[in-house]
């Protein structure tokens, strides 16, 4: 692993894969690191000729914290919206300023445009990337994410339960526990589902790598006051794949379907026992479809 300064802050990363290979960019989800990414998606990648670079998002892991910068609470930030101020002004950060970093990043590491693919909030910041920096984006996979459009329906209750939970005493051992509820509730059928010892002893080693609760706290903060976008989906001319899972119950199918309905030509692949995770069972389905995708539409040796 790397640091890189991108977009005013140090990014961590790691790379994958030839330097001579178009690069793909791997944005992870809300409170993920890196490390969170499976072996077996990135090698996929790494074969189907690709390089691969993952990161911290700002705020997570090993890049720059915004330490000192204390967001409104998620209430206050939705109480705020409700009644017509202006919230995207009174947060730390947007989703606008994380895209702004993969843009930087991508740049950074000598890469003129990446083949993108980002998961739940990164799948947010990778269609927020197309938009406002669309020289940069080659191709667009937004996984198991939604459009922003507040129409839609929202996840269930006991989801938004297991994603906002907080132990009562911040020990690994409580984070995992609480780790495991959360994949029962909202991760994939019980068939291909992680196994519980190995989503305690992942959620254990990601602590002890980084423990940012207040960037947690800023990065949900980003989501909420981040303006809506899903009517600006029809302005891209990018080509874009979406996959979710048909049991994803944090962002709903319908999502999906969403941002596919938005954007011209987009394909769309609904992934059967697939919930909102990252299952190693789950990956060669999911580069059955993304290498056929990458093949069709980026040239051999982009860069």
Known sequence: MAKIQANGIDIEYEEFGSKDDPMMLLVMGFSGQLTGWPESL???LTDAGRRVVIFDNRDIGLTTELEGHTPPTPRDI?????????????????????????AALIEALGAEQADVMGISMGGMIVQLLALN????????IPVMTTSGDPSLPPATPEATAALTAVPEERTPDAIAD????????YGSHPDIRTPDDEIRANAIAAMQRSDRPMGTARQYAAILAQPRWH????TLDVPTLVLHGEMDTLILP?????????????KIEIIEKWGHDLSETVMPVLLNRIVPFLGQTSPAGAN
């Not at 609480?178 to 509730?185: D, I």
Request: charge should be positive; aromatic fraction near 2%.
């Open 42 to 44: 990135i090698r996929g």
């Open 78 to 102: 939705v109480k705020g919206i409700a009644a017509g101020e202006p919230m995207h002004e009174k947060v730390p950060y947007l989703l606008n300023d994380m895209a702004a970093d993969a």
């Open 133 to 140: 920096h669309p020289e940069r984006v080659r191709t667009l």
């Open 178 to 185: 609480l780790a495991v509820k959360g994949r029962a509730v």
């Open 231 to 234: 009517e600006r989906l029809a």
């Open 254 to 266: 319908a999502a999906g379907e969403d941002i596919a309905r938005r954007i011209p030509g987009a």
